[in-house]
């Protein structure tokens, strides 16, 4: 059996690396547009740095998922305390932000406590969003951090984005809220408490971990755009940009939904068009400066709400490498989510730029762009994937025409158009693998 794997990212690799096993699996080729693996597990270099789309760090609650990353990466990887933050009102909050409520002011204090304890939203069942938002957290936190942080990342109204991205989130204990208002910190999301980064190299160091363990089934063929799809005497013929044409008895595909529609070409019905071009995303600007001096100590990540100044959050990147990596400068990350045709996408690298260092003075982590030593800007196109409330409808059309009706395999954050991180997307190649070989042996995974 040949099979087709449409990117070599994550997704696509970590499963080529579960399905060489198979008996049946005779040839395994991965097809990837960009020059290099990774798609958005890729890093790049910057300064005596690497940094990622992101950044990625590895943890998980899956415990064989989260043993087998570490064990890829072997020696080159190690354990960190999570430390993030939120930025608010020139004050620095402990992340979540309902573990250090005895951090803000009185007011903002006391409006946050009080619209938790006698919460009118408490008792209705959410069916959005910023619903959720009310119901589980009352209607200070929710206005002074919550409403503010989720409308600037996603560039949407959280009021029309459903409850998949939250739904998991527990209802903190009153007692938990009152000790967080006195001064006694709680500990949220206690799974990411520790995580686990690469030494070197950035997180494309656990997708080339995985892609060192390809045998010579894989093949991985790079600057290789997938432009059309067909089905041709029981087989796939995958034509690439390139001019090449490759036959598939097995296709897998981890690129964006509405590009595999797009190369499906005029046969695809109108209602499986509209539902993949009705599926949103945001995009995303990375943007990379070294300066001066540390003004964020212990601190990895800060989260800012803040409208007035255009990136969401800021990564302390030093705080992810080892010590004998620091040259006496200090590198942070600064993302800022856009999407096609807006006010941000309509800016230029170096305007974008220019805001991200503005907005660094503003909050008086730097002086001035003086204490910008270097600084560099990259932008990806698919990022994060948005719930609005039309995605499960039009995510269910989708996947009933390709998985069901042509066995097209969706797999990955933009195959399937669901929100995972890596340990969601390995747990998948897993499990993928495994359907995959029972279905050729025809027996049940």
């Known amino acids: 059996m040949k099979i087709g794997i449409l990117g070599a990212g994550l997704a696509g690799i970590s499963l080529a690396e579960r399905l060489q096993d198979h008996s049946d699996a005779a040839q ?7 020059p290099a693996t990774g798609g958005l597990a890729r890093s790049f270099p910057f300064g005596n740095v690497h940094y990622d789309c992101g950044p990625h760090i590895i943890f998980s609650k899956d415990t064989e998922v989260l043993r087998l990353m570490v064990e890829v990466l072997g020696e080159n990887v190690h354990k960190l305390r999570r430390s993030n933050r939120v930025f608010h009102d020139g004050r620095f909050v402990k992340y979540p932000f309902e573990n250090e409520l005895s951090a803000l002011s009185q007011q903002d ?27 589980t957290f009352g209607e200070g936190i929710t206005n002074l951090y919550l409403r503010p ?15 998949q991205m939250v739904e998991r989130i527990p209802r903190p204990p009153a007692e938990d809220i009152i000790r967080s208002a006195e001064g006694t910190e709680t500990e949220g999301y206690v799974h990411q408490l520790f995580f686990y980064y690469p030494k070197t190299g950035g997180v494309q160091s656990l997708v080339d971990a995985f892609q060192n363990r390809l045998g010579p089934k894989v093949a991985i063929h790079t600057n290789t755009a997938v432009e059309k799809v067909e089905r041709e005497a029981g087989q796939w013929k995958v034509s690439a940009a390139d001019g ?8 897998v595909s ?13 046969a695809v019905p109108e209602t499986v068009i509209g539902a993949a071009d009705g599926l949103r995303f945001n995009s995303i600007a990375i943007c990379m400066a070294k300066v001066r001096h540390d003004n964020l100590g212990d601190t990895l990540a800060l989260m800012v709400a803040d409208k007035r100044i255009v990136f969401h959050r800021l990564t302390k990147i030093n705080y992810l490498y080892p010590p ?28 974008i730029t220019a805001e991200v260092i503005k907005g660094l003075v503003q909050l008086r982590f730097i002086d001035g762009d003086e204490d ?13 994937v948005i719930y609005d409330l039309r995605h499960q409808s039009n995510i269910q059309t989708v996947r009933t025409y390709c998985e069901d009706e ?13 929100y995972l991180n890596m340990d969601a997307v390995i747990r998948r190649s897993i499990d993928r693998a495994r359907e995959i070989g029972a279905q050729e042996m025809g027996t049940s995974p």
């Open 28 to 34: 395994i080729d991965l097809l990837e547009k960009a």
């Open 109 to 135: 204090k006391n409006y946050a406590l009080s619209a938790f304890l006698d919460n009118p939203y408490a008792d209705y069942a959410p069916r959005n969003m910023l619903q959720f938002f009310l119901a």
């Open 149 to 163: 942080y989720n409308e600037k990342i996603w560039k949407f109204d959280p009021a029309f984005m459903d409850t």
């Open 244 to 251: 090449t044409q490759r036959r598939f008895d097995r296709l």
């Open 254 to 266: 981890t690129i964006p939904i509405p590009d595999l529609i797009e190369s499906l070409g005029t």
């Open 324 to 351: 004998e990596s620091e040259d006496g400068t200090v590198t942070l990350q600064m993302e800022v989510t856009y999407r096609k045709g807006d006010l941000i996408d309509q800016l230029t690298d170096k305007q």
């Open 372 to 384: 910008v030593l270097a600084a560099e800007l990259r932008r990806f196109q698919y990022a994060y």
């Open 406 to 418: 042509l066995g097209i395999v969706l797999h990955g954050r933009f195959g399937e158009f669901e």
